[in-house]
Antibody, heavy 119, light 106 residues
Framework: EVQLVQSGAEVKKPGESLKISCKGS????????IGWVRQVPGKGQELMGI????????RYSPSFQGQVTISADRSISTAYLQWGGLKASDTAMYYC????????????WGQGTLVTVSS | EIVMTQSPATLSVSPGERATLSCRAS?????LAWYQQKPGQAPRLLIY???TRATGIPARFSGSGSGTEFTLTISSLQSEDFAVYYC?????????FGPGTKVDIK
């Protein structure tokens, strides 16, 4: 059974750094792209970027380029999303999702990580 | 960037009735996906390749369309179908979502 298990909710202050994780199981983690999706209530969903764990090839949406870093460690089947300096506007639910092999839609999703940034 | 729009924003439907959700793209697409999201849950893949149902998705869900106009139809709404539905284009990077259509009980 394919599963993506994300790290727990975080509460941070503006300017702090953060790295959240997404661990895959039940499939060959290196073979599928993983994406990170931001969901803000009332603002829909945005695919921030995707990473191919086999070689860490990464693509960012222009809206998120330079704002976050996506990485992966295929040895432990885990992808990461990190911020160097959080802002209140980063408050959102973040989902990781697997992209179907040889295709680009999101076929399995993690349970989500709620990030709250508040002073 | 391809902009996706969905209509209506909210659709009120009685159980057993048919629901038709629309999705429009700012430029022509080769393919589209639909996702369902219930409160407190992650989105779930319903349809990919415009019209192919994902594994385990009931036959009452169907997708159609081409070019810039796409439709998700739920033939006979069941109680578990009341949710928010999003379309997503994966034709050009960055892949983008529509703002969603909420299907609620009439």
């Amino acid at each position: 059974e394919v599963q993506l298990v994300q790290s727990g909710a975080e509460v941070k202050k503006p300017g702090e750094s953060l790295k959240i994780s997404c661990k895959g199981s039940g499939y060959s983690f290196s073979s599928n792209w993983i994406g990170w999706v931001r969901q803000v209530p009332g603002k829909g969903q945005e695919l921030m970027g995707i990473i191919y764990p086999y070689d860490s090839d990464t693509r960012y949406s222009p809206s998120f380029q330079g704002q976050v870093t996506i990485s992966a460690d295929r040895s432990i089947s885990t992808a990461y999303l990190q911020w160097g300096g959080l802002k209140a506007s980063d408050t959102a639910m973040y989902y990781c999702a697997r992209l179907r092999y040889l295709d680009w839609f999101l076929d399995f999703w993690g349970q989500g990580t709620l990030v709250t940034v508040s002073s | 960037e391809i902009v996706m729009t969905q209509s209506p924003a909210t659709l009120s439907v009685s159980p057993g009735e048919r629901a038709t959700l629309s999705c429009r793209a700012s430029q022509s697409l080769s393919t589209l996906a639909w996702y369902q999201q219930k409160p407190g849950q992650a989105p779930r893949l319903l349809i990919y390749g415009t019209s192919t149902r994902a594994t385990g998705i009931p036959a009452r869900f169907s997708g159609s369309g081409s070019g810039t106009e796409f439709t998700l139809t739920i033939s006979s709404l069941q109680s578990e179908d009341f949710a928010v539905y999003y379309c997503q284009q994966y034709h050009n990077w960055p892949f983008t979502f529509g703002p969603g259509t909420k299907v609620d009980i009439k």
